[in-house]
């Protein structure tokens, strides 16, 4: 049964009074000890006799939120429903209005839920507000890749923000510099983060949300997809009682995703875990989390500093950035610690130069690093509509494939929105660190002769993405996209 909601929402939470169906009676919900005489307001204000039923208090903020969250915000994600799409959202905005007037119902409160609700509906990771002169564009990161969903009056612009703002409990009146904040919702049982961004620009504000869902932080290590390779090394890192794990790749690539993985792992109560995050975007039971700050001084380093005065066995750092952090988390290993980290680099042989590079030397790295892995993400071609080639024999040898072996390009169908793509699955290599690439560390080799001693019989990037291609689970331009480097003898696809 569908909520139709027409009593305002800040009178049915405060009363406990929720709007079910709307016909000759209306059925209304009643709240778990709330006040009855709210019944004859709800009778006035909908003009039909009623129909009571009870609700504890648990079922009933599940179905206000269901009816409010604007056309089923609160839903599971595959229940979402926007039967005139984003569209008829915008039109419902009037071409002079105040938009921010009290009212709980205001059009521009029904476009952003809208808007998240969208982005939840496609599985996007960030939604983009960009005001243009002419326009303002709104668009949707899916998959990695952004594609415009929306493009309003550019009146409408500060508006929105604003409204983004309230939510987000940031400053309205500052515009002219960057802020951040965040909006939790509830989505029936999951619980869902908004990690908001304001960014000051010629025609005003931008704003990313970047929607955290709290489920990806509980994915244990064999739902990421890492070859039994990779995850034997992964494991195997993770088993030892001392030193340095780093995960390597590009923003966006699933890093944190990963080191989640293994903490949850290695969260059994029997250890004491700490992490250092900028931010902390997954709130982990079991886990001590703590926020950089730099306003107040709460650098990576500072924390680590203080973190290892907590007596942990496992820490985590968000990003190793500066040689303090570096130097600290190496030590760290060094007294008995073992210590999780992110380093922005393409490969996992790239990671070794990146410390060194920052000042940590090379003899403290031999002794620390146990395993690097390295990773990206590519998208799933759509198994509906993707469109079978035989490989030419460019494509063929770029693939490490018989000429004429069957490929997939996408194709595009209403299933995948027309991008002939859906979800994403990780490539991934992983370096263990042995006695032979230790040495090869302490002797201060290069990224190549370190790739090539880990790697001798493939397991790397490349190599897991040829193997995606010839497999049918993503196309040529996907794996290209994604694992090229430039000038890498070795690259392949």
Do not use: W
Not at 369 to 387: F, K, N
């Amino acid at each position: 049964m569908t909520a139709v909601p027409r009593l305002a929402y800040a009178f049915a939470k405060t009363h406990g009074v929720l709007l079910l169906d709307l016909g000759e009676t209306a059925v209304v919900g009643l709240r778990e000890g709330a006040d009855p005489l709210a019944l004859v307001e709800a009778r006035r204000a909908l003009r039909a006799p009623l129909r009571v039923e009870p609700m504890g208090r648990a079922e009933f903020e599940r179905r206000l939120s269901e009816a409010y969250a604007g056309e089923g915000l609160a839903a599971p994600a595959d229940d979402f429903d926007l039967p005139g799409g984003l569209d008829s959202l915008a039109d419902e905005i009037p071409a002079a209005a105040d938009l921010l007037d009290a009212q709980d119902d205001a059009p521009v409160i029904r476009l952003i839920n809208g808007l998240i609700a969208e982005a939840v509906r496609q599985g996007a990771s960030d939604v983009h507000i960009e005001p243009f002169e002419a326009a303002l564009v709104v668009r949707l990161r899916v998959d990695g890749v952004l594609k415009e969903v929306l493009s309003l009056s550019p009146r409408i612009a500060p508006l929105l923000v604003s409204r983004v703002k309230v939510m987000a409990r940031l400053d309205i009146a500052e515009k002219r510099v960057p802020q951040d904040g965040r909006i939790s919702l509830a989505l029936g049982g999951r619980s869902l983060d908004v990690r908001v961004s304001t960014l000051p620009a010629r025609a005003g504000e931008r704003v990313v949300m970047r929607i955290l869902d709290q489920d990806q932080a509980r994915l244990g290590l064999e739902d990421l997809g890492m070859s039994p390779r990779a995850l034997e090394v992964f494991r195997a890192a993770l088993a030892e009682p001392n030193g340095v794990i780093l995960v390597t790749g590009p923003t966006g690539s699933g890093k944190t995703t990963t080191l989640y993985a293994g903490l949850t792992l290695l969260n059994d109560a029997t250890r004491n875990i700490l992490t250092i995050e900028d931010p902390v975007e997954y709130a982990i039971q079991g886990l001590g989390q703590t926020q950089v700050n730099a306003k107040v001084g709460m650098t990576f380093a500072a924390g680590l500093r203080a973190i290892l005065r907590q007596d942990p066995d496992v820490v985590m750092v968000g990003e190793i950035r500066d040689v303090e952090t570096a130097q600290i988390a190496v030590q760290a290993s060094l007294t008995g610690h073992l210590v999780l980290s992110t380093v922005h680099t393409n490969d996992a042989a790239g990671a070794i130069t990146r410390l060194r590079d920052v000042g940590v030397e090379p003899f403290l790295l031999a002794s620390t690093v146990r395993a690097i892995v390295a990773q990206r993400l590519v998208r799933r071609l759509c198994p509906d509509c993707r469109r079978p080639h035989a490989a030419d024999a460019v494509t063929a040898r770029r693939v490490g494939v018989a000429r004429g072996h069957v490929l997939f390009r996408p194709g595009g169908c209403p299933a995948c929105g027309n991008t002939g793509y859906v979800g994403r699955v990780g490539i991934y290599e992983a370096l263990r660190v042995d006695e032979r690439i230790r040495r090869l560390i302490a002797e201060d080799a290069g990224e190549d002769a370190i790739a090539r001693a880990a790697f001798p019989g493939g397991g790397t990037l490349q190599a897991e993405a040829r193997r995606y291609v010839a497999e049918g689970i993503t196309s040529v331009e996907e794996a290209i996209r994604v694992s090229r480097q430039e000038g890498a003898e070795h690259a392949g696809v």
